[in-house]
C-alpha cells in the first residue's frame, strides 16, 4: 500500500515538473520564489482563468503560459494580435497544484489579487473567481483532514461554512416525500461523497445534465457555468448513495454568486426557484425519482455577514373546523437551501483575512474601484462627474440642475 502511494506521489510530482517548467518545488523557500507565471500555472490549471489580452505585459504572459506551463492554444488569429487560450481539465496537473497549494506559504486569495492586478485577465462579474478558491480551499482542508481526496458531502460543508451545524442539523426547506421531509441533512446526504480538485469553465447551458456530469466527476473535476447561464454559476456534482460512478447516482449543489451589496443577509427566495433543477435540466423532465439536491446562494458583497438556512414555509390559512389537515404536501424535488452572506471570516471558513477578499470583491467591480482609489476624496467626486448620471453618488449628479 506504501509503495503504491510513492508511485502516486511520483507521478504527481512528475506532472509538477512538466507543470512549472523546472523541479519541483518541495522546501518553503522553492515554493515562496515561485514568479508569477509560475504561479499562474498553478492557479489556472484549477481555476478556469481567462485571458482577454490588452496589453503587451498579459499578453506575454500568456504566450508563456503556453509556451513553457502546459496551457493550450487554441486559435491564434491573423497576424498574431490575439489568441485563445486555456488550461484544459488535467487530474494529474490539477493534484500537482494542490500539493503546491497545500503548503502555507502559498496564500491563494493572496496570489489571485496579485494576478489580477494585471489587465487582461477577464475577473468576470458576479464574484464567481472567489466563490471558486473557497470551494477549493474547503475542499484542500477536508482531504488534508480526512487524508482521502474523496470527501463525504457533509465534510465539505463543514470546511466551507463557518457555522456548518445548523446546516447539518437542518430539514429541507422542500420535499418529494414525507420520508424525506423528516430526514436532516446529514442523514439525507451521510452517504454521499464530493470529488473533485479542479473547475472548468462550460461552454454550453447543456452540460449540466447528469447524462455529463457524472463523467466529469471521474476527471475530478466541478464545474463554472456557460457565460450569460441563467439562475447558476457553479455546479459541484456528487455521488448520492455511494462511490459507484453512474449516472443515476449524481446530485449536486448549485451555487449562485452575487456581488451586489444589494443583497445582504436577507434571503431572496426567487434565487433559488432560478435553481429549479428541471428548468436547468439537471434532471431530466420525466424524471420520476430526482435525488436531494443543495442550492446555496453566495451574497459576497453584503454589509453584514450570515449563514441562513431556509425553512419549510408554514402553512398561514387556517384549516377549516372539519376539514382534513395534510401533514405534508409534496413537491416534485427535495432541496436543502443555503443563504451566505458577506465574503467574511464569520460565513466561510477558509477567509483567514476579511481584508484580502474586501480587495478581491472590488476587483470585480472595476468603476467604484476607479472612484475610490483616488487619493482623497475631493479628487474622487471630480472624477465622478465626469462620468454624470451613471449612480446614485451626488458627485455623478453635480453638473445637473439641482433637485426639484
Known amino acids: 500500500m506504501k509503495g503504491d502511494e510513492d508511485i502516486k506521489r511520483t507521478i504527481v510530482n512528475f506532472a509538477g515538473e512538466k507543470l512549472l517548467c523546472k523541479d519541483f518545488p518541495s522546501t518553503e523557500k522553492s515554493i515562496r520564489t515561485l514568479s508569477d507565471v509560475e504561479r499562474m500555472a498553478c492557479i489556472s490549471v484549477r481555476i478556469p482563468l481567462e485571458f482577454s489580452s490588452t496589453n503587451l505585459g498579459s499578453r506575454e504572459m500568456e504566450k508563456t503560459l503556453v509556451e513553457k506551463h502546459l496551457r493550450v492554444c487554441l486559435r491564434v488569429d491573423p497576424g498574431f494580435e490575439t489568441a485563445v487560450t486555456i488550461a484544459p481539465s488535467e487530474p494529474l496537473l490539477a493534484e500537482a497544484s494542490c500539493l503546491i497549494m497545500s503548503h502555507p506559504t502559498f496564500d491563494l486569495p493572496r496570489c489571485l489579487l496579485t494576478q489580477l ?3 487582461g485577465l477577464d475577473k468576470g462579474n458576479r464574484g464567481e473567481l472567489i466563490a471558486m478558491a473557497l470551494c477549493l480551499l474547503a475542499r484542500d482542508a477536508a482531504a488534508k483532514r480526512l487524508d482521502d481526496r474523496v470527501i463525504p458531502v457533509s465534510d465539505f460543508i463543514q470546511e ?3 457555522s456548518s451545524d445548523q446546516i447539518l442539523d437542518s ?43 457524472w463523467r466529469l466527476i471521474a476527471r475530478g473535476a466541478a ?14 456534482p456528487f455521488l448520492f448513495w455511494d462511490r459507484c460512478l453512474r449516472r443515476i447516482n449524481v446530485s449536486a449543489i448549485f451555487i449562485q454568486c452575487k456581488n451586489d451589496a444589494t443583497f445582504q443577509s436577507t434571503p431572496c427566495g426567487y434565487l433559488y426557484d432560478m435553481m429549479n433543477p428541471y428548468h436547468l435540466q439537471f434532471f431530466d423532465e420525466d424524471e420520476t425519482d430526482p435525488l436531494p439536491v443543495i442550492r446555496m446562494v453566495f451574497a459576497l458583497a453584503s454589509p453584514d455577514a450570515d449563514v441562513v438556512v431556509l425553512k419549510c414555509p408554514e402553512k398561514t390559512q387556517p384549516p377549516r373546523g372539519a376539514a382534513f389537515k395534510a401533514d405534508f404536501q409534496a413537491d416534485k424535488y427535495t432541496s436543502f437551501d443555503v443563504w451566505c452572506a458577506k465574503a467574511s471570516h464569520e460565513t466561510f471558513l477558509p477567509v483567514k483575512e476579511d481584508d484580502i477578499f474586501h480587495k478581491l470583491l472590488l476587483r470585480f467591480r472595476i468603476f467604484p474601484n476607479v472612484y475610490d482609489e483616488k487619493r482623497t476624496e475631493g479628487l ?15 458627485a455623478h449628479f453635480c453638473t445637473y440642475a439641482p433637485n426639484g
Open 223 to 236: 464545474g463554472l457555468c456557460a457565460d450569460f447561464q441563467f439562475g447558476i454559476d457553479i455546479v459541484i
Open 171 to 213: 430539514k429541507p426547506v422542500r420535499a418529494r416525500t414525507s420520508d424525506e421531509a423528516k430526514k436532516t441533512f446529514k442523514d439525507t446526504f451521510c452517504d454521499s461523497n464530493i470529488f473533485f480538485n479542479h473547475f472548468v469553465k462550460f461552454r454550453d447551458r447543456g452540460v449540466i445534465n447528469r447524462k455529463y456530469l
Open 380 to 394: 474622487g467626486n471630480a472624477t465622478r462627474s465626469m462620468n454624470p448620471g451613471t449612480a446614485v453618488h451626488p
Open 160 to 162: 466551507l461554512v463557518a
Open 117 to 119: 492586478e494585471h489587465q
